[in-house]
């Protein structure tokens, strides 16, 4: 990297799509998988003499994003027509929100190594998505399936706040966190319901006038947000320091020759001719719906952090885990309502083995075969010395392919109940002892380490199920001559 | 003329209309006549006058979000040039 006396100055546009039953004009499906044009109703496909009727959930939930990151929501909001030709678009024309847009200026506060920094967004859209256009296997033709012709979009502009290819990935890995927690859309990537675009330029450091920026369109993982990002500004700062110039234009990522390459067609289509679209009246927006939706506001992941900081005496990385959705927050609260073992024990199950189990299955904290309760039951059974955290991954080994069991069931039935008979510790701590002589003379003689090989025995001969801070005890006081 | 031949060219390009060379100095004095009815218009002073985005001065109605549409498919390719597997074909596009 040779990019030191650069800086790099970054904004993006993210397509969210709204999680709403019907599209954004239409009563048409928005469910995803479909079998192509089963969802695409006359407005759908722009069929003469068809008018649009704006979805009231769709509205919602863009002023519900309005309302978590601060922005001021337009009491007079307007739809306008943004025109080019392209046969995923049957009325030649999108209809978007140019110059009254309905959620104005906000803010999204970033993590980075600890440090907090403060991403301003712009502004925030309704508009309709297009159709898709497939490539493949249609001899030599274009196979144009209208499914998502109007579904509804909420895009997100940020100002160009972000100075790295990581900093672009902590916003809008952040962003997506919270579209998630206020189930404004769903967040799948893989089906494009969260899609980034980021206009990327450099100039040099000290500089205050911005450089000439180039638009990456379509990025829809963040692994691939952050290398086109770093692409470009490699392929940006050859171009000057070999005394050439950047030209304005539209750039798509290809992420098998890891690259960006220029998207000409689009720059001559780019006079979009906006105008207000006459199918629409304006939308106003009263102080009561305002009010409905910002009481019905979740409780949002920066508060939630704090709160499990605070509350459950967690360390950063643990809140931040437990925190990443909500669904996985209510799992942590329900189990700890359950249990009294302590709240950090807790945290460390589920951020470990839980999570461990999910992601080999690839599963969804929401999906998981094994209910909080069950994990509380278990827990429990750790915090009242019934069985160790040893055997407890075993148990939960077990629950895990038998959700159905209980945590007392598989202890029950496997025998795994901790031994706190200290006659029968002790004699089998004799036994080993007796055993290994050699090892003993070394612990006697100053190496402590061996002290592990005996607990790692006893617990051998004991089949794990002795009390471990028990098997401590008796053993130090047996090998201390 | 406030167009010049070249602008109509250019914004028939981009509304996909097709014009004769022959109508393109009519189309460029009648498009200029109305931008000069536009200028006009301009020299009123409307500090005070609020831009509309509608002539009617009412708000949008919104509709419950619910389902309502069937499957029209078959009903709607009917009327399409070029059909296969449900999809509508076109021209080959791509980037």
């Known amino acids: 990297m040779n990019s030191a006396p650069w800086e790099i100055v970054i904004g993006l546009e993210i397509h969210t799509q709204l999680a709403t039953h019907s599209k954004i004009f239409s009563g048409a499906a928005t469910a995803y998988g479909a079998q192509p044009n089963t969802q695409a109703c006359a407005v759908d496909l722009g069929m003469p003499g068809v008018l649009p009727v704006l979805n009231q959930d769709a509205v919602n939930k863009a002023i519900t994003f309005g309302l978590a990151i601060e922005a001021e929501i337009a009491p007079y909001s307007v739809f306008a027509r943004k025109n080019y030709f392209y046969p995923d678009l049957p009325k030649g024309y999108q209809i978007s929100q140019l110059e009254h847009p309905i959620v104005g200026k906000g803010y999204l506060d970033i993590d980075l190594d600890g440090e907090s920094k403060r991403i301003g967004i712009t502004r925030a859209h309704l508009e309709e998505d297009a159709g898709k256009s497939l490539h493949e296997n249609f001899h030599g033709l274009s196979g144009i399936d209208l499914n998502r012709a109007g579904t509804p979009l909420l895009e997100i502009v940020s100002e160009p706040d972000l100075r790295s290819a990581k900093e672009a990935v902590a916003y809008m890995r952040k962003l997506h966190e919270l579209v998630r927690y206020l189930e404004i859309c769903d967040g799948n990537m893989q089906e494009g319901s969260f899609r980034c675009d980021a206009n990327v330029s450099v100039r040099p450091a000290g500089q205050t006038t911005l450089g000439t920026r180039t638009e990456i369109k379509n990025i829809n993982s963040f692994k691939f947000v952050e290398k086109a990002i770093n692409y470009e500004v490699e392929r940006q700062i050859e171009i000057i320091e070999n005394g050439g110039r950047i030209i304005q234009e539209t750039r798509l990522y290809d992420a098998n020759k890891d690259e960006t390459r220029s998207m000409r067609s689009k720059e001559e289509a780019n006079d979009y001719r906006y105008f207000p679209d006459p199918d629409l009246l304006p939308v106003t927006i009263d102080e009561q719906l305002k009010a409905q939706l910002k009481a019905a506001l979740p409780e949002l992941p920066a508060a939630k952090k704090q709160r499990f900081q605070a509350q459950y005496q967690l360390d950063h990385d643990a809140a931040h885990a437990l925190t990443s959705s909500r669904a996985m927050a209510d799992y942590f609260e329900e189990v700890v309502k359950h249990t009294t073992l302590d709240a950090k024990l807790c945290a460390n199950w589920l951020t470990g083995d839980l999570t461990a189990a999910l992601n080999k299955a690839d599963l969804d904290i929401q999906d998981s075969p094994v209910s909080a309760a069950r994990i509380a039951e278990l827990l429990q059974r750790i915090s009242d010395q019934t069985i160790s955290g040893k055997i407890a991954k075993q148990v939960f080994d077990t629950l895990w392919q038998h959700p159905n069991s209980t945590a007392d069931t598989i202890i029950a039935e496997q025998g795994l109940k901790q031994i706190t008979d200290s006659g029968a510790i002790e004699a089998i701590i004799d036994k080993i002892i007796a055993d290994n002589p050699d090892q003993v003379e070394q612990y006697r003689s100053g190496k402590d380490k061996v002290f592990a090989f005996f607990v790692g025995q006893v617990m051998k001969a004991m089949q794990g199920k002795a009390n471990p801070a028990e098997v401590n005890k008796m053993l130090i006081a047996k090998l201390t001559p | ?95």
């Open chain 2, 1 to 95: 003329m406030l167009l010049t031949t070249n602008d109509v060219k250019k914004i028939a390009y981009l509304a996909r209309l097709g014009i004769e060379d022959h109508d393109l100095e009519a189309f460029t004095h009648d498009l200029s006549n109305m931008l000069n009815l536009m200028t006009q218009m301009n020299s009123i002073n409307t500090d005070e006058v609020e831009p509309m985005a509608h002539p009617l001065p009412q708000s949008q109605r919104l509709r419950a979000d619910n389902v309502t549409e069937t499957n029209q498919r078959e009903h709607f390719q009917h009327l399409a040039p070029h059909v296969e597997d449900g999809v509508y074909l076109v021209p080959k596009v791509i980037e």
